[in-house]
């Protein structure tokens, strides 16, 4: 009813397989004319774009140069969000009177698309840093906070019991239990931040930038080359892609060290 | 009809050169309408053998067989009683309880019919239309003997089938299980960890060797059972006092402790 | 603490909140109306948009207007998404063919879609529904493929004992017992299609709540940016909430149903 596992040469000739039909149908469509090249590069162009933009400056700079200005504002935005979110979500999960008055504020606000702040970061920083910063941080700050709300909250009771028993102040029982106890819910959430973080990224880039990855795509769209706007997506994914694997790394052997396996 | 015969069956699990071997040879004859127990240490591949009736896996080498014919692959005539229930949460009792039968192809007055007979049965009435989260450990054991039972089939093969159920659950479906085997018997292979629950319920018990598992013994419990009158006796505590249960327990137990590992006492 | 003493501290940060609002904007002026808008702007943006309308159309046209297009969006995203994610996951050849390309799409975030949409199908509708489907799709196909890898093996052990056909098992087990997880990613596909529908319609659209906040933006309207936001926030909250329901109707079988934050 459900397959038994491949053998891993099976696995690898279906792979093949799929794409290669994915790759030879998309080269056909634009080969035979049925869709216009302008729209629909062949997988060759696009690489080929993606390569020479490594060098040659399109919308006021190179590929990495564009990468680089994205991740600068990143890292501001996912830092800030971390470094609020997880003292935060804490100082929540053990002062109860906190969480009530901050959970609706949180609740109410969470409901609001990261990319609908766009309006008022434009209003504010114009196409400064601030701008998707701010988007950012709308974006990662929420599994930053949770993670690190729910890490605290369920901590074993009984290991607060005994932090109680010794006589343990508020202070050094967050520091010396609460942190250590939520290092694996934090690490999750910081890696789900990191994601939401790159995706926020992007769609403040097409907004309210004037460097960066996905103010590159908005620029050549506006100049119908289609390749640029390909190469582009390419090198987000690449990127993202390479973000979530060391996270997951970092995640895994965290987990590991404390023997939480799987 | 439900004669199951295993003939040099050998299981290795992973590369056939590599892999653990998990049955060594076995080769066993359950004559229908038996209950047969199968004891045995952990890993000793009791539970395989019982899964390889079942059709769930098959031997590397070797065959087993019902009727004489081969058994390829699962099917309700060697209905399953799962460890943990294996009930599905999204059915109601009577729900899980009609599955098999409409895949039978069963009419609904006929199914409805066998359905209300196996609730009967198994004392489930009350609870028909119930989830299986509301309901106990006890009672989700009994839907799966009921699911089982609803079948009418040939071989009821059951793993460990009490072994998630606490020590007074575990006695009084233990009780209930003879009831029904001796009312309406059936071939029945039965595993169990419990020397107690072996030889309590079944007609004859196969010790195996541990790993990779032989047929170490089979002891006949039902000739000295018949002959001691075990039946007269409706407790299971009254059953477990007689000298012939005492000697037969014992038998087996010494003869699984000389498979405990030489470094262990 | 009771749910009582929980609602009366809601209450009074929430009068909290507004009176600090009122105090930043109206009373002392500390936050000019030019960052961010008082009370009354609120106001009058809101009753200019619902009366006279705003950005070519009344609130109410244009909230219609995004809800429709998230939730055909949705809708053929899902319809897509999940059986394909249900075949990966029974299907191991499937998942072999399938999974390399899958892994290739997966990275790129949703609005990156977005200048690709445009090019090819313009500001209109058309662009709209197909960001919005790449946004919702993967979600949809990864939680129903691990919904179906996830399922308890003696249940499937069961459903082969009792003679179950493929097509039975395929409705009656499989989809029941991988419904928990799809109903995870309908929920995940369901915020991802109105993040990215607002995104979409900020970047260049003709009606729109998206449209709204963009010319609110241009306008230097603040009060207009509010509403716009609290639209989105509302709208999104309703959707969910009726997302959520449907996931208790349909999942009342599963005691591990609840809340979480």
């Known amino acids: 009813m459900i397959d038994p596992p491949l053998s891993l040469r099976e696995t690898m000739a279906w792979g093949l397989a799929g794409v290669g039909c994915f790759l030879g149908i998309w080269t056909l469509l634009t080969v035979s004319g049925l869709v216009p090249a302008q729209f629909l590069p062949t997988p060759l162009d696009v690489i080929s774009r993606f390569i020479q933009l490594l060098t040659t400056p399109f919308a006021g700079a190179t590929l990495p140069q564009h990468l680089a200005s994205s991740f600068k504002r990143y890292i501001v935005g996912v830092c800030l969000a971390a470094s609020v979110g997880v003292p935060l979500g804490l100082l929540m999960g053990w002062f109860r009177w906190l969480d009530d008055i901050i959970a609706p504020i949180f609740e109410g606000l969470r409901f609001i698309a990261p990319i609908a702040w766009v309006p008022f970061a434009a209003l504010w920083f114009g196409t400064g840093i601030g701008g998707p910063v701010m988007i950012i941080f709308a974006g990662a700050f929420p599994p930053c906070l949770i993670n690190a709300y729910r890490g605290a909250r369920f901590v074993d009771p009984r290991l607060i019991e005994a932090a109680q028993m010794l006589g343990t102040g508020h202070l050094r029982t967050i520091l010396e239990i609460l942190l250590p106890a939520s290092i694996p819910s934090i690490v999750a959430g910081l890696r789900v931040a990191a994601g939401l973080g790159w995706q926020s990224l992007v769609g403040a880039e097409l907004i309210v930038a004037a460097s960066g990855v996905g103010f590159m795509m908005v620029q050549a769209q506006a100049n119908v080359s289609t390749p640029t706007v390909m190469a582009g997506m390419i090198a987000i994914g690449l990127a993202g892609m390479l973000i979530d694997v060391l996270l997951r790394q970092g995640e895994a052997s965290i987990r590991r060290r404390r023997g939480l396996t799987a | ?265 | 603490m009771t749910r009582r003493r929980q609602t009366w501290v809601g209450l009074a940060t929430l009068a909290m909140l507004v009176g600090l609002w009122f105090g930043l904007t109206t009373w002392s002026g500390a936050v000019s109306s030019g960052r961010f808008p008082s009370p009354a702007d609120f106001w009058s943006a809101l009753t200019q948009i619902l009366t006279r309308g705003y950005a070519g159309g009344e609130l109410f046209t244009h909230a219609t207007h995004s809800v429709i297009l998230v939730v055909v969006g949705f809708l053929v995203a899902t319809a897509t998404g999940v059986p394909l994610g249900l075949w990966m996951g029974w299907s191991r050849r499937a998942e072999a063919a399938i999974n390399p390309v899958f892994l290739l799409i997966r990275p790129i975030p949703p609005l990156a879609w977005i200048p690709l949409a445009i090019l090819w199908l313009g500001l209109g509708d058309a662009a709209k529904i197909m960001v919005i489907w790449f946004a919702a799709f993967v979600p949809s196909v990864i939680n129903s493929f691990a919904g179906v890898r996830t399922i308890d093996r003696p249940l499937i052990e069961a459903a082969r004992m009792l003679g179950t056909p493929r097509w039975r098992f395929v409705a009656e087990i499989l989809a029941p017992a991988a419904a928990p997880m799809i109903f995870t990613g309908l929920r995940l596909s369901l915020q991802a299609a109105w993040t990215t529908l607002v995104a979409a319609e900020l970047v260049g659209a003709l009606v729109g709540l998206g449209l709204v906040l963009n010319m609110a933006q241009q306008d230097i309207y603040p009060g207009m940016i509010l509403v716009g936001m609290l639209s989105v926030g509302i709208l999104g909250f309703s959707m969910t909430w009726l997302l959520a329901a449907a996931e208790r109707r349909a999942l009342g079988w599963n005691m591990a149903v609840g809340s979480e934050r």
């Open chain 2, 1 to 265: 009809m439900g004669s199951i015969r295993f003939t040099g069956v050998n299981k290795v699990f992973g590369p056939n050169s590599g892999g653990v071997k998990v049955l060594d040879g076995i080769n066993l004859e359950i004559a229908e309408k038996e209950f047969v127990a199968i004891v045995g240490p952990s890993g000793c591949g009791k539970t395989t053998c019982l899964r390889i009736v079942a059709g769930f896996e098959q031997p590397t080498s070797g065959s087993v067989s019902l009727n004489g014919r081969r058994v390829t692959g699962p099917g309700p005539d060697r209905a399953v009683v799962f460890q943990h229930f294996a009930l599905f949460p999204w059915k109601t009792v009577r729900q899980n309880l009609d599955l098999g039968l409409r895949n039978k192809n069963l009419a609904k007055p006929q199914r409805d019919e066998l359905i209300t007979a196996a609730l009967h049965l198994m004392n489930l009435e009350s609870h028909a239309d119930a989830f299986p989260h509301q309901l106990s450990g006890g009672m989700q054991q009994r839907v799966a003997i009921a699911r089982a039972y609803v079948l009418d089939p040939e071989v009821l093969l059951m793993d460990e089938p009490f072994g998630s159920l606490d020590a007074q659950t575990r006695v009084v479906m233990q009780e209930e299980l003879v009831r029904l085997a001796r009312v309406n018997p059936r071939t029945v292979l039965f595993v169990t960890h419990s020397v107690e629950e072996a030889v309590y319920l079944a007609d004859r018990v196969v010790i195996m060797t541990r790993r990779p598992g032989r047929i170490k013994e089979v002891l006949d419990v039902r000739t000295k059972r018949d002959a001691e009158g075990w039946n007269r006796f409706q407790k299971i505590e009254d059953v477990m006092d007689q000298e012939s249960f005492v000697h037969l327990r014992t038998h087996v137990w010494k003869s699984l402790r000389e498979e405990k590992p030489d470094n262990r006492s």
